[in-house]
């Protein structure tokens, strides 16, 4: 009964002694592993990929001519606008209509740029970005102004002025005053062809 329990032991101890030499050997011979090259050019040019960022391929469509483009350049921003305004990032949203404003503008859709340019100038109000504030009154004189709403483009002008000089911006003032100037020497210049052709228009009359 001893011996057999003594030749039961010493095969288990050899079996796993065997398969204690054999995980060695097996460990050692996959350790050892070929060195790698060193990289010489650590830039990212060497990376090939055909990643596309949306974001830059729009910012390019933007600045591209053309009415498709500019399309759809304001499709991208007022999906920017909307998800400002989602999470009431007020200031970055102003920015953003104002963009739609310029965007239409080009587009000569002036009602729609007009709109843009008074709720950017609402959120900018709120936001009290005297700068851009004054920037939406310019821009709303100036489409006023091609629609003919002289009187009123007048008045954001001078609204404009008033906030600069209250802020002590100088160089924003003596600007907003030229403007203020050129803008009253067109409506003068606008009203002296009837005035010019008065005599013309008389004689039109007699000869009907």
């Known amino acids: 009964m001893r011996l057999s329990l003594v030749i039961f032991f010493c095969v288990i101890s050899f079996?796993?002694?065997?398969?204690?030499?054999?995980?060695?050997?097996?460990?050692?011979?996959?350790?050892?592993?070929?060195?790698?090259?060193p990289v010489k050019d650590n830039s990212i040019s060497r990376i090939k990929t055909t990643l596309k960022l949306n974001s830059l391929q729009v910012y390019s469509v933007a600045?591209?001519?053309?009415?498709?483009?500019?399309?759809?350049a304001s499709h991208y921003v007022m999906g920017m606008a909307k998800h400002n305004m989602r999470f009431r990032i007020y200031n970055q949203a102003s920015y953003n209509f104002s963009d739609l404003a310029q965007l239409y503008y080009k587009l000569h859709r002036f009602s729609e740029a007009k709109w843009y340019f008074l709720q950017s100038n609402y959120l900018s109000r709120q936001e009290n970005d005297d700068k851009h504030t004054i920037s939406n009154l310019i821009s709303l004189a100036m489409i006023k102004t091609d629609i003919?709403?002289?009187?009123?483009?007048?008045?954001d002008l001078l609204e404009a002025r008033d906030?600069?000089?209250?802020?002590?911006?100088?160089?924003?003032?003596?600007?907003?005053?030229?403007?203020?100037?050129?803008?009253?020497?067109?409506?003068?210049?606008?009203?002296?062809?009837?005035?010019?052709?008065?005599?013309?228009?008389?004689?039109v009359k007699k000869a009907l």
């Open 163 to 203: 906030i600069a000089r209250a802020k002590g911006m100088q160089a924003e003032t003596t600007a907003i005053e030229k403007k203020i100037l050129l803008l009253a020497q067109n409506t003068a210049t606008a009203g002296k062809p009837d005035v010019k052709y008065a005599e013309t228009a008389g004689s």
């Open 15 to 37: 079996s796993a002694s065997a398969q204690f030499w054999r995980n060695i050997g097996f460990k050692k011979k996959h350790l050892i592993l070929p060195l790698l090259q």
């Open 148 to 155: 003919g709403d002289v009187p009123s483009a007048r008045t």
């Open 63 to 72: 600045l591209a001519p053309g009415e498709y483009s500019l399309e759809t």
